[in-house]
């Protein structure tokens, strides 16, 4: 465990908790070092909508006086909060002019979780549009004429640069995992339903995940240990099924690779995601090719289907009140969808389904899928917020996946790979997660960053 | 079936030839199309007799 004098903006949530109820920290001296760090670097950034330093520093006193309590497994945990998401008091302002001045009357119910775990918001994080892909200003903090991915970009730039140790996101297409990807950090997105989303912008009802974005597979577990379970407010969500025993954490993992998404990607992920199969086998992982799995062209084809049609419907009333308020991407989409016909929403569901079975079975005898998280780096900031169609696919079959960061490439911008685990076997995932993340090298810090 | 054409002139009538000519919607409607005309024409029988009719 890092001293309490060892950087306090590098911990992660787990040491951070751990230090905390040892009473070797104190949650006051951590938020106000990490609002000093925020104030220091965030100009060059821009990865905070909000920042909330006085009911981040009650909730730090608050969290001193329970230190200890059984129930706080995070207790005195600074947390970024994704500006789709409700915070009571602070406005969800979604990138949307017209909300920037609305304050949530409550928290969303995953923000009320991991208050209740412990957690004390800093504030809310910069989105992309309605979590669409028109960007932000933010700032990759590896490469800034890079875009840092979207659209949970700011909480995924706040972990990146030592602001928070975790913060939450949210993923339609690719939105956690990407943004992790491009800044160097770990991205998780449970099972679809397993978070429930009350006070959560919608972006497409049957899409959307609530995900988290850490410092290590170990805060990823700490979030969905806090997270997770049926919500009222949000019928999808559930708690999980009893589902057969996932893979032991102590014992190497099966992986099945996924070639067919090698194919797409550039020739330097390509070889980053070889390397660390290579790896992970001389460590005594099974890996194994994955020939015949579900077309990858067809269920981003489905998701994008399924994706504008519901969106159209959420942003049917915002449209006719504020059409001039809506960035130009965005606006062009909901435009187009609208005019998608009935039939492509109900045949993308039925292949929807064909879909799932086929991965499925794909995932047979696996305790993880290994894939690129992106076919590329970051791109170039004005080539937008990067390319969804290795992540879409799991967003749209509501599978648990994982983005594991790995070191700078030859652009000096962060490589990663993606680990898909079976529906409801998040748990499985994350120890296989955890089991590579050990074995695998890691990113470090943004230059200037340290 | 011409995804492109048919989205084309629906958005034509909905928003009107200039509107539909600019580049933001142009694009939009060239990925709109490409995605629906791969909806129409998957097979919904997946591959080796998996049952997945609704």
Redesign the interface.
Known sequence: MPAPSAALHRLTAAEVSALIAARALSPVELVRSLLARVEATEPGLRAWETIDAERALAGARAAERTVGAPSAPLAGVPLGVKDVIDVAGLPTGCGFEPFRARPAATDAGVVARLRRAGATVLGKTTTTQFAFRDPPSTRNPWREDCSPGGSSTGSAVAVAAGHVPLALGTQTSGSVLRPAAFNGVTGFKPTFGRVGRRGVFPSAWSLDHVGVLARSVEDCRLFLAAAEGPDPGDPASTAPPTIPPGPDAALPPRLGLLVAALDGASAEVREHVLEAARRLEAEGARVEEVG?APSL??M???Q??TM?CEMVDVHRRLRALHPDAYR??L???L???????GW?YV?????R??LA??MD?ALDGHDALLLPTCVGVAPPSAAGTGDPSLQAPFSLLGLPALSLPGQPGRERLPLAIQLVGRRWDDLGLLAVAAWCEERLPRPGSPPGLD | MDAYRE?RE??VR??GPE?AA?P??E???R??A???E???E?S????EG?D???
């Open positions: 015949s062209e067809l981003q084809a489905v994008q289907v504008q130009p991407a606006r062009a989409y435009e187009v969808g609208a005019e998608l016909p492509a045949r993308a569901q039925r292949l389904r064909r079975l086929e079975r | 989205l629906r958005l909905a928003l509107r600019e933001e919607v694009a939009a409607l990925t709109a490409a995605h629906l791969r909806v129409a998957a919904l029988e997946p591959a998996f997945a009719r609704p």
